[in-house]
Each structure stands twice: as C-alpha cells, then as structure tokens.
C-alpha cells in the first residue's frame, strides 16, 4: 500500500522558519512535490523536484524563500521555508508520482500558520 505521511507543520511568527517533511512508503516515486491550499483558495503548486533531485521547480512567490529536496534512501521529501509570511498560511500537501504506474498520491496535509 502507499502512504505519505507529512509532518512539521505548526504555528510561526512572520520571519521564521518551518521544515516540513514528507515520508512516502509502498513503491518507488518519481516526481514528488509539494502543493498548499488556503482557505477559499485553490490548491497550487509550491515546489517539486525529480527523482534525482537535479531538476526543480518553485511557485515564484516561494523562490529564494523555500528550498526543497530528497533523501531517495529514505523516500523522504523536504521542504525547508525560511521568511515566512503571513500568505504562506495554508495546508501542505505532500505529492508523489509512482513510478511505474504514473499515478498520484497524496498525503493528508499539514497545516502551516504564520501569524503574530
């Protein structure tokens, strides 16, 4: 069976950092990312990255602020956030792509509150 299980998420002051993890398990994934909804919004993409971990892609409002990578041993993802805002508030959602059968797989989502 696959699961991906996110942690890390939490409350923090505008300027502060969060990193976020994201534990995959049952195959071997190709594309992992993550995606966020706030309320009302639509969910979009923040980051994603290859199973190599050469090839990255940011949300421009996330660039020079959030970095993601992969342990492939681990099957973990990360994504580190530094300079938090109060409009990175929103659910985290971890994504994965397995490999052979090109389907998606979400976790449950972790929430993330910058506030004051």
């Known amino acids: 069976q696959v699961q991906l299980v996110e942690s890390g998420g939490g409350l923090v002051q505008p300027g502060g950092s969060l990193r976020l993890s994201c534990a995959a398990s049952g195959s071997i994934f190709s594309i992992m990312g993550w995606y966020r909804q706030a309320p009302g919004k639509q969910r979009e993409l923040v980051a994603r990255?290859?199973?190599?971990?050469?090839?990255?892609n940011y949300a421009d409002s996330v660039k020079g602020r959030f970095t993601i990578s992969r342990d492939s041993a681990k099957n973990t993802v990360y994504l580190q956030m530094t300079s938090l805002k109060p409009e990175d508030t929103a659910v985290y959602y971890c994504?994965?792509?397995?490999?052979?059968?090109?389907?998606?797989?979400w976790g449950q989502g972790t929430q993330v509150t910058v506030s004051a």
């Open positions: 994504n994965a792509v397995v490999l052979t059968t090109k389907t998606d797989y």
């Open positions: 990255i290859t199973s190599g971990g050469g090839i990255t």
